[in-house]
Nanobody
Framework: QVQLDESGGGSVQTGGSLRLSCTTS???????VAWFRQAPGKEREFVSAINFSGSNTYYADDVQGRFTISRDNAKNTVYLQMNALRPEDTATYYC??????????????????WGQGTQVTVSS
């Protein structure tokens, strides 16, 4: 099974920025790719998603205006630019591909090919 690979996590202070990358070397990235995050003791939650052309993007309310999702299909990579980071953004961030060839929502079960995750830690 194809697995996506995340990178770019790290530790920053409040207000800092990070850029996460999601890629796979085994095939072309899916039409819709999403980022999710999971903090210790909490359920995995939707962060953002993007369609193949990049013309449609979707964001969770609490990251809207701070995070930007984009993709470079020539590099087979989806990015998540995270600005104005807050301590509550601390989590393991995962990318995943939609099971359907279109955006189907924010439920983790609608996605597959999950990566191993990359840790983001924001200190106050």
């Amino acid at each position: 099974q194809v697995q996506l690979d995340e990178s770019g996590g790290g530790s920053v202070q409040t207000g800092g920025s990070l850029r996460l990358s999601c890629t796979t070397s085994r095939r072309t990235l899916s039409v819709v790719v999403a980022w999710f995050r999971q903090a210790p003791g909490k359920e995995r939650e939707f962060v953002s998603a993007i369609n193949f052309s990049g013309s449609n993007t979707y964001y969770a309310d609490d990251v809207q205006g701070r995070f930007t999702i984009s993709r470079d299909n020539a590099k087979n990579t989806v990015y998540l630019q995270m600005n104005a980071l807050r301590p509550e953004d601390t989590a393991t961030y995962y990318c995943a591909a939609s099971k359907l060839p279109y955006y189907s929502g924010r439920i983790p079960d609608d996605y597959h090919n999950w990566g191993q995750g990359t840790q983001v830690t924001v200190s106050s």
